[in-house]
């Protein structure tokens, strides 16, 4: 059975606002993508892991340097790997592989 599934995006955006002499750090969760998955639920669950292992939030994006991944739970050992086997990151923000309504048509 195929229907249509969403892999939601959300960040923790943080303001730093200063009120009485104290600086108070605001959080708020912002809704930053959306996909639309064709698929099956197994299809949106592989892509919303692709997004959960690749995708780099605004505020880490704006530091990062060319080659630079997320560290997601990699030992030194992983990491050491990947940075001599794998591609350098894509310079665009991540958007799903497959499955997505474009990759349909």
């Given at each position: 059975?195929?229907?249509e599934w969403y892999v939601l995006i959300e960040e923790d955006t943080r303001v730093t606002e200063r009120a009485d002499g104290v600086d108070?750090?605001?959080h708020?969760?912002?809704l930053a993508g959306t996909h639309l998955i064709?698929?099956?639920?197994a299809q949106a669950k592989a892509v919303a892991e692709d997004a959960a292992l690749h995708y780099i939030p605004a505020v880490l994006a704006r530091h990062a340097r060319p080659g630079?991944?997320?560290?997601r739970q990699k030992s030194l050992k992983d990491r050491l790997r990947s940075a001599l086997e794998d591609p350098p990151p894509p310079a665009k923000p991540w958007t799903p592989k497959a499955w997505t309504r474009e990759?349909?048509?």
């Open positions: 059975m195929t229907a108070l750090k605001l708020r969760w912002k064709n698929g099956t639920e630079d991944e997320p560290a990759a349909q048509a």
